[in-house]
């Protein structure tokens, strides 16, 4: 059986280029036969696929009324026919059913809501994100307004309660104010427990937070993801449109960006279902929000944490110190999203930014006072650690100011107030220089540095005459006699 292009092909070689069927076949490859049946024919004619009896057959009117009458599944229709004599495998039998059985879409309500009355919100992940010297899982946070479709994304790296209410108050700020409902999900940061006939019970600091800022909670039901679409959708075309495609070097670039997609791109588009710009549509809703609490809502997570011998207290197996005095006391720790705060009753010991980094030491310079001001070892260790950070040939520096018989701290302990002169990259280039020299000393080191910050005037440009009469210079000739009269008032005298 040849394709249409072949028969084409025939034609062509027989009727333009008059060759005979002999001739054709050896052309085309084809054998001489197929090819004088072909020329008699008028019009290519596809093959008809003959209808190959199959073991199903006498049973399929059976199976079409097995299941328009109950929802039987493949092996249950299997298992019938098997009964009525079928012989056959249970592949075809499913393949059947699939065909025959009519698909059935479970209908929704389409919801509609007033200016003002409900927002939907929702997380998000998308990958991971590099965060300083490691990665970190990429959650976003969505809340769509539900009238006007109005969006407010934010990402994080985590989804802890801090986060969640944080990502709230952020919304409601950047809304200018807060919708009488929110709808959630059934995530444990809203509720905690869902039983069959009776009221959802909520989390406790979720509750709080609604009483303060004066919204219900309206939760969906187990297994309704449908009855919040909107941020649902709102989800999926943060990560169609902003997201994919997107090469993200640091967690710190991506809020920005994302502010500026919402205000050029998401809220200002036409939106399918309204036919409107969200925002034209907002500009009617904000009047109709609550306005944002007087104070705001304290969404930090308190716990009770204890201050190694090192005055440290870990969180995310990340090191923040505490005032020397406090090592080894029980403290207490407010974690928010961007800071942490360490008490002591009600006083406020330490506060640190919050990092996603991990394993890392974070001191405040003030906090080893105390202890520096009691041990002088301690503080010469201290600044020994500085001058080992300075450079990765601090260590080999050292020594060989130590070979040498020299005091070694008396010139680290200068060569890091140099660091704190000229900047640590600059010492660090100098020592460098100084090991390619084999010059071991403070004072080597400072006129390298001050070699390098002294600013030379630019040297001007050289020009070269070639002009012949500027370099034909006639000197006068000397007077002789000058010398003459020197000497003769010399003997006079």
Same mark, same amino acid.
């Given at each position: 059986?040849?394709?249409?292009?072949?028969?084409v092909?025939?034609?062509?070689c027989?009727?333009?280029?008059?060759?005979?069927?002999?001739?054709?076949a050896?052309?085309?490859?084809?054998?001489?036969?197929t090819?004088?049946?072909?020329?008699?024919e008028?019009?290519?004619?596809?093959?008809?696929?003959?209808?190959?009896?199959?073991?199903?057959?006498?049973?399929?009117?059976?199976?079409?009324?097995?299941?328009?009458?109950?929802?039987?599944?493949?092996?249950?229709?299997?298992?019938?026919?098997?009964?009525?004599?079928?012989d056959?495998g249970?592949?075809?039998?499913?393949?059947?059913?699939?065909?025959?059985?009519?698909?059935?879409?479970?209908?929704?309500?389409?919801?509609?809501?007033?200016?003002?009355?409900?927002?939907q919100?929702?997380w998000?992940s998308?990958?991971?994100?590099?965060?300083?010297?490691?990665s970190?899982?990429?959650?976003?946070?969505?809340m769509?307004?539900?009238?006007?479709?109005?969006?407010?994304?934010e990402?994080?790296?985590?989804?802890?309660?801090?986060?969640?209410l944080?990502?709230?108050?952020?919304?409601?700020?950047?809304? $200018?104010?807060?919708? *009488? !409902?929110?709808? &959630?999900d059934?995530?444990?940061?809203? %509720?905690l /427990?869902?039983?069959?006939?009776? @009221?959802?019970?909520?989390?406790?600091?979720y509750?709080?937070?609604?009483k303060?800022?004066?919204?219900?909670?309206?939760?969906?039901?187990? $297994?309704?993801?449908? *009855? !919040?679409?909107? &941020?649902?959708?709102g989800v999926?075309? %943060?990560? /169609?449109?902003?997201?994919?495609? @997107?090469?993200v070097?640091d967690?710190?670039?991506?809020?920005?960006a994302?502010?500026?997609?919402?205000?050029?791109?998401a809220?200002?588009?036409?939106?399918?279902?309204t036919g409107k710009?969200?925002?034209?549509?907002?500009?009617?809703?904000?009047?109709?929000?609550?306005?944002?609490?007087?104070?705001?809502?304290?969404?930090?997570?308190?716990s009770?944490?204890?201050?190694?011998?090192?005055?440290?207290?870990?969180?995310?197996?990340?090191?923040?110190?505490?005032?020397a005095?406090?090592?080894g006391?029980?403290?207490?720790?407010?974690?928010y999203?961007?800071?942490?705060?360490i008490?002591?009753?009600?006083?406020?010991?330490?506060?640190?930014?919050?990092?996603?980094?991990?394993?890392?030491?974070?001191?405040?310079?003030?906090?080893p006072?105390?202890?520096?001001?009691?041990r002088?070892?301690?503080?010469?260790?201290?600044?020994?650690?500085?001058?080992l950070?300075i450079?990765?040939?601090?260590?080999?520096y050292?020594?060989?100011?130590?070979?040498?018989?020299?005091?070694?701290?008396?010139?680290?302990?200068?060569?890091?107030?140099?660091s704190?002169?000229?900047?640590?990259?600059?010492?660090?280039?100098?020592?460098?220089?100084?090991?390619a020299?084999?010059?071991f000393?403070?004072?080597?080191?400072?006129?390298?540095?001050?070699q390098?910050?002294?600013?030379?005037?630019?040297?001007?440009?050289?020009h070269?005459?070639?002009?012949?009469d500027?370099?034909?210079i006639?000197?006068?000739q000397?007077?002789?006699?000058?010398?003459?009269?020197?000497l003769t008032?010399?003997?006079?005298l």
């Amino acid at each position: 059986m040849i394709d249409y292009e072949a028969f084409v092909r025939i034609k062509h070689c027989h009727e333009q280029q008059g060759l005979s069927p002999a001739q054709i076949a050896e052309a085309l490859d084809l054998d001489d036969r197929t090819v004088r049946k072909w020329l008699a024919e008028k019009q290519y004619r596809p093959r008809t696929p003959a209808h190959r009896r199959s073991k199903l057959d006498p049973f399929k009117s059976y199976i079409v009324r097995l299941v328009e009458t109950h929802p039987y599944t493949a092996v249950q229709v299997f298992q019938k026919i098997r009964e009525e004599g079928f012989d056959g495998g249970y592949t075809i039998v499913k393949e059947y059913v699939q065909k025959i059985r009519p698909r059935r879409t479970p209908p929704f309500l389409k919801l509609s809501f007033a200016p003002g009355e409900c927002a939907q919100v929702d997380w998000g992940s998308y990958g991971s994100v590099p965060v300083g010297s490691t990665s970190r899982r990429l959650s976003f946070f969505v809340m769509v307004m539900c009238h006007s479709r109005m969006m407010y994304v934010e990402f994080t790296v985590s989804q802890t309660m801090e986060h969640f209410l944080g990502c709230h108050q952020n919304a409601f700020e950047r809304f $200018g104010g807060i919708p *009488e !409902k929110i709808m &959630v999900d059934n995530l444990k940061s809203a %509720v905690l /427990k869902r039983i069959v006939g009776r @009221l959802p019970v909520f989390n406790p600091r979720y509750l709080d937070f609604a009483k303060h800022c004066g919204f219900t909670i309206c939760p969906c039901g187990v $297994g309704k993801g449908n *009855e !919040k679409g909107r &941020v649902e959708s709102g989800v999926g075309y %943060v990560k /169609k449109n902003f997201l994919a495609g @997107l090469a993200v070097s640091d967690f710190s670039v991506l809020n920005p960006a994302a502010h500026r997609w919402l205000d050029t791109v998401a809220n200002v588009r036409i939106h399918g279902e309204t036919g409107k710009k969200p925002a034209d549509l907002f500009a009617e809703e904000r009047g109709c929000l609550t306005q944002l609490p007087l104070h705001p809502y304290d969404i930090a997570v308190v716990s009770p944490i204890r201050a190694s011998s090192q005055f440290r207290v870990t969180l995310d197996t990340n090191r923040y110190s505490v005032p020397a005095e406090y090592a080894g006391a029980r403290l207490t720790l407010k974690a928010y999203p961007d800071r942490l705060c360490i008490y002591d009753n009600d006083k406020l010991v330490a506060r640190h930014v919050r990092s996603y980094d991990r394993r890392k030491d974070f001191e405040h310079p003030d906090h080893p006072k105390e202890l520096l001001a009691q041990r002088k070892n301690a503080r010469d260790q201290k600044i020994f650690m500085q001058f080992l950070q300075i450079s990765p040939k601090a260590q080999a520096y050292y020594d060989q100011l130590a070979h040498r018989r020299m005091n070694p701290r008396h010139h680290i302990r200068k060569i890091v107030a140099l660091s704190e002169i000229y900047g640590v990259e600059a010492v660090a280039r100098a020592m460098t220089d100084a090991f390619a020299l084999q010059a071991f000393s403070s004072e080597y080191i400072a006129n390298l540095l001050e070699q390098r910050a002294r600013k030379l005037p630019e040297p001007g440009a050289l020009h070269l005459t070639r002009r012949e009469d500027l370099l034909d210079i006639t000197l006068e000739q000397p007077d002789i006699n000058l010398y003459d009269r020197t000497l003769t008032r010399s003997e006079t005298l």
